[in-house]
């Protein structure tokens, strides 16, 4: 069985094509394969460029222009803000869930119009039941939070923007 990648302008779409001789349980298992892919390729703003699956060898690339054009994270997350003045944004060092206080009901490590320092905590970032901080990497004044408390973030996703000092 293989599996064909069909491009329309709006979006992707992943059909599974053959003589479906791989018998029931291998064809859904593609089926939730597919879907699966098709849900990851969903969660940018334009579709992928090129998607590469293969069924019993279990490997999926999916692969995505870097044009500069903005990413939605997720369909139940808002897509990541740009702060109007330009300025330095502390990133997320690794996937996780991003925090902005310590413990529930405590307040948060900073807020808009708060003044950081190199290496203040600027939240949480729970990975694998581990909890990190994440530090701010320069001296400055928050002018942005840009993800929502309990966020599931990205590697390298824009947390915090800061006017540098």
């Known amino acids: ?6 491009h329309q302008p709006s979006h992707g779409r ?3 094509t ?3 001789s791989g018998g ?3 064809v859904a298992d593609l089926a939730e394969l597919c879907r699966s892919v098709a849900e990851l390729a969903r969660t940018r703003a ?4 090129r998607i590469r699956l293969e069924h019993l060898g279990t490997a999926v690339e999916i692969e995505w222009d870097e044009s500069g054009a903005p990413d ?5 997350v808002e897509p990541e803000a740009e702060p109007e003045a330009a300025g330095h944004h502390v990133c997320a060092p690794m ?4 925090y902005h206080a310590p413990e529930p009901g405590a307040p948060p490590f900073v807020a808009v119009g708060d003044t950081v320092t190199a290496g203040q905590p600027i939240g949480i970032l729970e990975v694998m039941k581990m909890m990190s901080p994440v530090e701010a990497d320069l001296a400055g004044r928050v002018v942005e939070i840009l993800v929502a408390d309990g966020t599931a973030v990205e ?3 824009r947390l915090i923007a800061v006017e540098p000092a």
């Open 72 to 76: 939605r994270t997720s369909p139940e």
């Open 95 to 98: 996937i996780g869930t991003f």
């Open 24 to 26: 029931p349980d291998q």
């Open 1 to 6: 069985m293989t599996v064909e990648v069909k």
């Open 155 to 157: 590697f390298q996703q």
């Open 18 to 20: 053959g003589d479906g």
């Open 14 to 16: 992943i059909t599974p």
């Open 46 to 49: 334009r579709p992928p460029r």
